[in-house]
């Protein structure tokens, strides 16, 4: 069975860092690209990194760029996000999810996670 599983949300204060994870079961992370995406209340989800099955390369949208990184451990099977200075517009609801193809439509992906909340709050 197919699992994905984030945690590491919380609340922290405008700033600060979290890290996201992302442990699979069922498959093997390397063998898809992983995507994180996000939503915020009343907003639609977001794509805003992925991380390439073939090579490890990374994409990152422009509001998150130079201040989140996603890493991925094969060993763990887990595919991380750093997220360093963050901010209060950061608060949402982040997931996981992996797909064959290297995109940040959410339309592309096939296996989500549940979600985990990150609030930016002081």
């Known amino acids: 069975q197919v699992q994905l599983v984030e945690s590491g949300g919380g609340l922290v204060q405008p700033g600060g860092s979290l890290r996201l994870s992302c442990a699979a079961s069922?498959?093997?992370?390397?063998?898809?690209?992983i995507g994180w995406f996000r939503q915020a209340p009343g907003k639609e989800r977001e794509g805003i990194s992925y991380?390439?099955?073939?090579?490890?390369?990374?994409y990152y949208t422009n509001s998150v760029k130079d201040r989140f990184t996603i890493s991925r451990d094969n060993a763990k099977n887990t595919v991380y996000l750093q997220m360093n200075s963050l901010k209060s517009e950061d608060t949402a609801v982040y997931y996981c999810?992996?797909?064959?193809?290297?995109?940040?439509?959410?339309?592309?992906?096939?296996?989500w996670g549940q979600g985990t909340q990150v609030t930016v709050s002081s």
């Open positions: 999810a992996a797909s064959l193809i290297a995109s940040m439509r959410s339309a592309a992906y096939d296996y």
């Open positions: 991380i390439r099955r073939s090579d490890g390369s990374t």
């Open positions: 069922g498959f093997s992370l390397n063998t898809y690209n």
